[in-house]
């Protein structure tokens, strides 16, 4: 089914002022860099040039880019665009650090992916960045006490991108989820900044088991596809976790793991893995 990109009414444009008030889009090099991206790409492809500006010429700030875009891809026959755009709106302009994080995954997509060509690809084509942005509104919501809203845009999230994060998960900023598809975490979790993972990686739990009962990942931590990291245990920092592996036990920082179930096999001594996506089963 296509989906029609929602217009705002003049309404719910206005329904924003105080975010837009102390935002100056002069000063925001990302932003910038996207709008510059956007108008090349409808110079060389017209056929494209309405998308473009609906989703990002169209818009002052990122952040309003971002809401529309989010709105028109979790909307649903119950529950309108319109009424996304209002509630990430709300979010967004309450706490200034979800649009922090924001600016910090797309550099973490740029940076760390070679198919990524600009800022603009991810915000909008990379279902793991749309996934990711919509689990921060989710949580906001979550924190606010608003449990029903969270987890209707945790099933939404799911529907939508195949990507399934308890709203209640507390994730940093950095934040590369590559492909993403089928990526599951849970509840407790914990995920500190510059952290990358690629697609099927599951962060759950063992069992009934109840309370604090996800893992706790370090930063600059890199997941291969398809691991499975279970129960409450520690990922240390800067620690490589290999392609299908199965994690039952703590990971000391700046160790790589692999196998079934992860055994220690090197100990890198520089730099962050979250960092470099090249293939782990070419370096084990």
């Not at 603009?120 to 960045?129: D, E, T």
């Not at 930063?219 to 520690?234: D, F, T």
């Not at 039952?248 to 996506?277: I, N």
Request: charged share 20%; glycine share 8%.
């Amino acid at each position: 089914m296509t989906t029609t990109v929602p217009r705002p009414s003049a309404e719910a444009a206005s329904s924003t002022p105080s975010r837009n008030a102390h935002r100056d889009p002069t000063h925001d090099e990302i932003w910038a860099r996207i709008r510059s991206e956007a108008t090349a790409e409808a110079a060389a492809e017209p056929a494209l040039a309405s998308f473009l500006h609906t989703v990002i010429l169209g818009h002052q700030h990122l952040e309003d880019a971002l809401s529309f875009l989010l709105s028109s891809k979790l909307e649903s026959s119950t529950v309108s665009a319109l009424t996304l755009r209002e509630l990430i709106d709300h979010a967004l302009a309450d706490d200034r650090s979800i649009g922090i994080a924001v600016r910090e995954d797309l550099r973490a997509v740029l940076s760390r992916d070679p198919a990524t060509r600009g800022y603009s690809q991810p915000l909008l084509y990379f279902k793991g960045f749309h996934a990711l942005q919509s689990y921060r509104i989710a949580h906001y919501y979550w924190l606010q006490g608003r449990t029903a809203m969270a987890l209707y845009l945790q099933s939404r999230i799911s529907e939508a991108f195949a990507v399934d994060i308890h709203p209640g998960a507390r994730i940093g900023k950095g934040i590369m989820f590559d492909h993403a598809t089928s990526v599951v975490i849970g509840e407790t979790a914990v995920v500190e900044d510059d952290f990358s993972m690629l697609h099927e990686v599951t962060l759950g739990g063992t069992g009934k088991v109840g309370g604090d009962r996800h893992p706790k990942i370090g930063r600059g931590v890199m997941i291969g596809a398809g691991a499975k990291v279970l129960g409450n245990i520690r990922v240390g920092e800067g620690a490589r976790i290999g392609a299908g592996s199965v994690v039952l036990e703590d990971v000391p920082p700046y160790t790589t793991v692999a196998g079934v179930p992860a055994r220690p096999v090197s100990y890198p001594v520089h730099g962050l893995p979250a960092a470099d996506l090249n293939d782990l089963d070419d370096r084990l």
